[in-house]
Every structure is written in C-alpha cells, then in structure tokens.
C-alpha cells in the first residue's frame, strides 16, 4: 500500500505545527537579556498555544520545554517585536510564527531539537495519514531518509509555511514516492529500504535497471567503493532509449555510527583519490546540483560526485552521463 502524497504535506504541517515530543539534543540558540518574571509570565501563556489533545498530543512538560526554550532564544522583547505577547500569545493572525524572520525560526527549529526528536515527529505526521496496513519497510525508509537534516529543514518550511521549489518539502514528497514505489518493485528485494527512493525514480527518454554490485566489480574505479558494516551501495546502469549506455549510476548509502565514523565527505575522498593524476573540478549541473568531476580522454569516460549528507553518487559513463546526473537530481530527494 502506498502512502498518499496529495495531502501528505498539508496533514505534516498541521501536525507538526502543533506537536512535539522529549528528545536530548542542546540547541544552538543566541542569549538573550530578559527579566525572570516577564519570561516566566510569557511561557506560562505560551504552554496553551504548544499543548494539544490531537493527533498526536502534547503533555504539559512537553509544551513547556518549547515554550520555555523559544522564550530563552528570542527574548521577550523580540516576540513582542514579533506580536507574541502575554496577552495574545498566539501571535499575528492566529499563527505564533508568523512574525518571526528565517533567522529566528532556524532559532527555534534547535529549540524543538532539544524538546523532540524531530524526525521521529515528522515520520509520524507522514504516517498519520497513510493506510492502516503500510509496509514496515517502508517506514524503515522515512526513517532513513528523514535523519542526517531533512526532517529539521521540512519543520522549518513547515513552520514558515514558505515551500521552497526544490526545497525540503520537495525532498520529503520524493522521499514518500520513492518509499512507496520500493516496497512495490521486486527487484527491490534485499536492497536497504534507506536506498529505495535513488533507485527507483524513472528518467524520462531513458531505461535504468539495478545493477549488482559485484558485476560492476572488474571495474577499477567501482572496485574502490566498497561496502561493509553501515554502507551499502547499488549501481543503475542507465540506457538510452536506442540501448546505448548513458551512466552508470552508484548509490552509496552510509550510516555514520554503524560504519565506525566514516561520513559522506571521508567516502567521496576515497573515490575521489583514485582519479590518480587527473584534474578535479567542481561543477554546477543543470539544476543547481554541485558535484566534483574530472574526465578520462583515453577512455572518453567522466566521472562525477554528488556528496549529500547521507548518501553519495558517483555517475560515470560517455558525457551524457552530465545528463543523466543533472535529471536524476531534479528528481530524487537530495541526498
């Protein structure tokens, strides 16, 4: 069964606008200068406007915490700036974060990091509206999908209601469709569910099939990115239309604390040392994606990096493999 992502976002930014839940982490929040009773008589009116019976409920301790932090961050004075008061705690037009600028809702993305675990809460305004009878495996891959940023970017578009094309609501809609469609796929079978939405995602005008691994093996650029221990990784080999290849795209999944440590930038290092005397370049694609890149004339072949913040893809192929890169990353969630 696949989730809906007609009103997807519109349930998400209901529920997390009204949600939160305990979580360890210290916000990176400025200090500001206010007195003890003003800040003291303005969270016990901002509690109302955090506690909710919804949904997905919040208890009083929980509604405090935010209450208490966003107070601690932006100050008395700077919410009355903002038209939150005592005596209208709700803010201008019903909305507490309406009068707040990007600065200061980035402010208070970390102070719900240190009320809730962020991405466990937009799994769940995901999950609130999909079928009874969902896949596990297709919450295994929210669950990836959402860690390492994504589900603290989409609060903060969720909270200014100001969806950025390409942005981080954009990312979480592909993240659903390419969760979705995995748990539908066969040749899906075995492949980490964290994987799915850059392996399943369709490229107009061309064919994409997975690849196993070790049939890319004899390859010796391949041959250097290995799995292991919280790294796994998939290969798309992509066709044109006619039958001729166009890239071969590698999709390297990495889990930080399963792999010992290694990130994203450590493992793009690696493949990137073994273009030996070749120039790298960093490049901009169609799209606005940055990767870095270098060629090899002898061979007529190109390769190219794309680092996320877990996942890493490496295109290589004739130089429409420049094409195939620039469309799939206008297709899948950033990595």
């Known amino acids: 069964m696949r989730l809906n ?37 303005l969270v016990d009116s901002l509690i109302s406007v955090f506690q909710t019976d919804g949904l997905m409920p919040i208890d009083v301790d929980t509604a405090r915490c935010v209450a208490a932090g966003t107070v601690e ?22 909305n507490f974060y309406s009068g707040l600028d990007d600065d200061q809702i980035g402010w208070v993305v970390s102070v ?49 209601g100001d969806a950025e094309p390409g942005g981080a609501t954009a990312d979480v809609l592909r993240l659903v469709d390419g969760c979705s469609a995995g748990a539908e796929r066969a040749d899906m079978v075995g492949v980490a569910p964290g994987m799915w939405p850059w392996l399943t995602v369709g490229l107009p005008g061309y064919e ?62 690696n493949i990137v040392a073994s273009a030996a005397g070749a120039e790298i370049h960093p490049i901009t694609l169609p799209g606005g994606i940055e990767v870095v890149g270098w060629e090899e004339p002898d061979q007529e072949l190109i390769f190219l990096v ?17 094409d195939v890169l620039a469309l799939y990353g206008d297709l899948v969630p950033a990595p």
Not at 116 to 138: K, M, N, T, Y
Not at 306 to 317: E, M, P, Q, S
């Open 5 to 41: 992502t007609a009103n997807i976002v519109a349930t998400s930014a209901i529920l997390i606008i009204a949600a939160c839940s305990g979580g360890t982490v210290e916000p990176q929040v400025p200090s500001t200068t206010t007195d003890p009773a003003e800040a003291a008589a």
């Open 73 to 94: 961050a932006l100050g008395v004075a700077e919410l009355s700036d903002a038209g939150v008061t005592v005596a209208d705690p709700d803010g201008p037009l019903n």
């Open 112 to 160: 719900w990091s240190n009320c809730a675990d962020v991405p466990e809460l937009v799994e769940r305004a995901l999950l609130s509206s999909g079928p009874e009878d969902l896949d596990p495996l297709v919450v295994q891959c929210l669950e990836a999908g959402l860690s390492a940023g994504l589900a603290e970017a989409f609060l903060a578009e969720a909270l200014t």
């Open 208 to 269: 994409a099939s997975l690849v196993a691994a070790g049939d890319l093996a004899a390859d010796e650029l391949v041959s250097v990115m290995q799995g292991g221990p919280g790294i796994d990784l998939e290969a798309l080999e992509v066709n044109t239309d006619g039958g001729d290849l166009a890239a071969i795209l590698v999709v390297v999944a990495i889990d930080q604390v399963e792999s010992g440590g290694i990130t994203p930038d450590l493992y793009a290092a």
């Open 306 to 322: 794309w680092i996320g913040r877990r996942i890493v893809v490496l295109a290589t192929g004739p130089l429409a493999a420049a």
